[in-house]
T-cell receptor
Framework: AQTVTQSQPEMSVQEAETVTLSCTYDTSESDYYLFWYKQPPSRQMILVIRQEAYKQQNATENRFSVNFQKAAKSFSLKISDSQLGDAAMYFCAEWGSGAGSYQLTFGKGTKLSVIP | DTGVSQDPRHKITKRGQNVTFRCDPISEHNRLYWYRQTLGQGPEFLTYFQNEAQLEKSRLLSDRFSAERPKGSFSTLEIQRTEQGDSAMYLC????????????FGSGTRLTVV
């Protein structure tokens, strides 16, 4: 079974500063994908960034980047130049290809606050 | 295409009543998923459809829960004899074949059982 752990229930960052959200996962799959989703208050969940496990290069999307450490099963999200609109719940998720499963497994989330 | 639509956005029901939620996925997505999210938790998988076939169900999906996706288009999730523990946000998502692009989620249906 896959598990995803987010050890920081809450984080805060000053506007324009950089923050890193942690995520670790446990999977027996050799082929899997990792995702970060953002869920603003009372709004739908949107995909922030994704990483294919077979790629060594860390994914980057504008101000968002990941630090993917495959051996350590770690997948942290770095948000640079934080903006007020970044305030949200952030969920780390893993998708594994084994046993015909198509479900995403989510962590419990990290609530990010941005301080003006 | 306006994304994944869910209806209703909010539902308050009395314990013991039946409720039904609807999800309209992105039209070109053949995969559809239902998740449940309780306060302070991440989404938990309930069930998955590929076209009209229900291919995977979680043990969370008790006998009181049933989902359908007739003709591989919209999907419905029905909860019979609701209990207070069913109070949660019910999320629908859809995707293309393959995980590369993740899911597209709807805004969810918030169920409150009183």
């Amino acid at each position: 079974a896959q598990t995803v752990t987010q050890s920081q229930p809450e984080m805060s960052v000053q506007e324009a500063e950089t923050v890193t959200l942690s995520c670790t996962y446990d999977t027996s799959e050799s082929d899997y994908y990792l995702f970060w989703y953002k869920q603003p208050p009372s709004r739908q969940m949107i995909l922030v960034i994704r990483q294919e496990a077979y790629k060594q290069q860390n994914a980057t999307e504008n101000r968002f980047s990941v630090n993917f450490q495959k051996a350590a099963k770690s997948f942290s999200l770095k948000i640079s130049d934080s903006q007020l609109g970044d305030a949200a719940m952030y969920f780390c998720a893993e998708w594994g290809s084994g046993a015909g499963s198509y479900q995403l497994t989510f962590g419990k989330g990290t609530k990010l606050s941005v301080i003006p | 295409d306006t994304g994944v639509s869910q209806d209703p956005r909010h539902k308050i029901t009395k314990r013991g009543q039946n409720v039904t939620f609807r999800c309209d996925p992105i039209s070109e997505h053949n995969r559809l998923y239902w998740y449940r999210q309780t306060l302070g938790q991440g989404p938990e998988f309930l069930t998955y459809f590929q076209n009209e076939a229900q291919l995977e169900k979680s043990r969370l999906l008790s006998d009181r829960f049933s989902a359908e996706r007739p003709k591989g288009s919209f999907s419905t999730l029905e909860i019979q004899r609701t209990e207070q523990g069913d109070s949660a946000m019910y999320l629908c998502a859809s995707s293309s074949p393959g995980p590369s692009y993740g899911y597209t989620f709807g805004s969810g249906t918030r169920l409150t059982v009183v």
